[in-house]
């Protein structure tokens, strides 16, 4: 059982997924068990559930593509100073 969830919590599982550590049936099961979290921060809650049905909703072929649209456009984001932007 899952007590405690942050959106860094979910952000660790997907990064696991991401670097092969996990299964995607591991993360579908993850994202199950973490709905039933009883302690998230009550502004995050919102972004969190969103976040986990679409992983419990996604098959492999969909989450491999957000991730790879992720990796994308985090590729066209670029700093300066302080302010990030979106290069052409």
Known sequence: MIDKLSIGDVAVKIAEYRDFRITHDDLVEWSRAAMMAT???????????????DISASTPVSMRRAIEEHSILMNRVKKDGDQLYFSK
């Open 39 to 53: 302690d998230i921060y009550p502004l995050e809650v919102n972004m969190i559930m969103d976040l986990l049905q």
